[in-house]
């Protein structure tokens, strides 16, 4: 089956830096990659579109100099999240169009993000 | 834009059955997707349909009825392990994006 392979799983920086997620698609070919955001208790929110080798088109109310996307191969996307603040702390998800038998995508298993 | 409604929260007995309802209103309709996701993990896939009708899988079946906006979510049988919270999508029919909804907590009690 298609695989989202995220990392890191869990992440604490500090107030002012920047941070890095990376997802990969293991075993199948992600044109198009979505990242998500996740507040506690609350839903998913789409942040932004990620495509292999042209610019990311970011959901409105996304600031897209500070959560910056690079999809720079058909199996590699990842979000930076820049000056970090500690409301930028949430669960990070991406998601890629994997399995064709039923139209839904695979999702990554999420990035832990708290900013101290 | 798109707007999706589900309840916040339910409870149901082991064993029994429990229905989840989502309505939604959306500019582009492209497919209802329902998502299970146990606290601090990642969604897993469940069920989808396009089309109105019910999708059954196993314990799970999803139904749609497009003209009236509206799916559920059937779970039979349940087991303690059911106990997460289930998230309707729907998949936008131009760039095929998932806007999800709030997500309904279900507990699921002996």
């Known amino acids: 089956g298609a695989v989202v392979s995220q990392h890191p799983s869990r992440v604490i920086c500090k107030s002012g830096t920047s941070v890095k997620i990376e997802c990969r698609s293991l075993?199948?070919?992600?044109?198009?990659m979505f990242w998500y955001r996740q507040f506690p208790k609350q839903s998913l929110m789409l942040m932004a579109t990620?495509?292999?080798?042209?610019?990311?088109?970011?959901e409105q109310g996304v600031e897209k100099d500070k959560f910056l996307i690079n999809h720079a191969s058909l199996t590699l996307s990842t979000l930076t999240v820049t000056s970090a603040h500690p409301e930028d702390s949430s669960f990070y998800i991406c998601?890629?169009?994997?399995?064709?038998?039923?139209?839904?995508?695979?999702f990554g298993s999420g990035t832990r993000l708290t900013v101290v | 834009g798109q707007n999706i409604d589900q309840p916040t929260e339910m409870t149901a007995t082991e064993g029994a059955i429990v229905q989840i309802n989502c309505t939604y209103q959306?500019?582009?309709?492209?497919?209802l997707f329902w998502y299970q996701q146990h606290a601090g993990e990642a969604p897993t896939f469940l069920s989808y349909?396009?089309?109105?009708g019910l999708e059954e899988k196993g314990r799970f079946s999803s139904f749609l009825s497009r003209s009236k906006g509206y799916s559920y979510l059937l779970l039979k049988e349940l087991q303690m392990k059911d106990s997460a919270s289930y998230l309707c999508?729907?998949?936008?029919?131009?760039?095929?994006?998932?806007?999800f909804g709030s997500g309904t907590k279900l507990n699921v009690k002996p």
């Open positions: 998601s890629a169009r994997g399995d064709r038998g039923h139209g839904g995508y695979t």
């Open positions: 075993d199948f070919q992600a044109t198009t």
């Open positions: 990620s495509n292999e080798g042209s610019k990311a088109t970011y």
């Open positions: 959306t500019s582009g309709f492209n497919g």
């Open positions: 349909n396009v089309l109105d």
């Open positions: 999508a729907v998949r936008d029919r131009n760039f095929n994006k998932f806007y």
